[in-house]
């Protein structure tokens, strides 16, 4: 199994507070990514990261922030947290494959986020 | 644009039926991957299958086997024999790799539930 964790696994917050989910890697893979997984709507990309410092923004990436200051980790920041913000999070490592062909995405356990 | 379309919401079957789940997708990319992944009621996302679109050989892993047809944009999965265990949500999903400066960024279906009965 990749090494991957999410914390926290499971968050319960207030609608207009800040929370920040941490996604860790073992593997040293440049690439992370972060998803969000909605009933009728499957995983859809927030915000992923090419490098140290380096992102750009999903289909879904209004209302959230990342960053990457290590290799290993990748933060992703609610700034004021909305009920629509509800939902299971999910992070993904991938690795860039000698020919720059896609290499499996290999996703953490979730982090089921409740805003109330 | 990409779209991945996964036209059963749920299936129904009971153990050692065989069933089969379909894909459709769509992309302009020339060069593109195809995937399965497995979500048990358990939560995690377990990585099945990839295939890239120069590859149109048919796979088999043990009871699982996938077909690739380019010409009718399809990947579909096949479970031979159920069992109580296949019971989980099959996502498909498409990439188009580095070359569209998408980044390798997955495009998932919607799912298909798989509820395998004894």
């Known amino acids: 199994d990749a090494g991957i964790t999410q914390s926290p696994r499971h968050k319960v917050t207030e609608t207009g507070t800040p929370v920040t989910l941490r996604c860790h890697q073992t593997?040293?893979?440049?690439?992370m990514y972060w998803y969000r997984q909605d009933p009728g709507h499957g995983l859809r990309l927030i915000h992923y990261s090419y490098g140290v410092k380096d992102t750009d923004k999903g289909e879904v990436s209004d209302g959230y922030s990342v960053s990457r200051s290590k290799t290993e980790d990748f933060l992703l920041t609610l700034e004021s947290a909305t009920s629509s913000q509800t939902s299971v999070y999910f992070c993904?490592?991938?690795?860039?494959?000698?020919?720059?062909?896609?290499?499996?995405?290999?996703f953490g356990p979730g982090t089921r986020l409740t805003v109330l | 644009a990409q779209k991945v379309t996964q036209a059963q919401t749920e299936i129904s079957v009971v153990e050692k039926e065989d069933v089969t789940l379909d894909c459709v997708y769509e992309t302009r990319d020339t060069t593109y991957y195809l995937f399965w992944y497995k979500q048990p009621p358990s939560g995690e996302l377990v990585f099945l299958i990839r295939?890239?679109?120069?590859?149109?050989q048919n796979e088999i892993s043990g009871r699982y086997s996938w077909n690739f047809q380019k010409s009718t944009s399809s990947f579909n999965f096949t479970i031979t024999a159920s069992q109580v265990v296949d019971s989980a949500v099959y996502f498909c999903a498409l990439s188009g790799g580095y070359y569209g400066g998408s980044q390798g960024n997955l495009i998932f279906g919607k799912g298909t539930k798989l509820s395998v009965k004894p």
């Open positions: 993904a490592i991938s690795d860039l494959a000698k020919e720059r062909r896609t290499d499996t995405q290999y």
């Open positions: 593997e040293n893979h440049r690439y």
């Open positions: 295939r890239n679109s120069f590859d149109e």
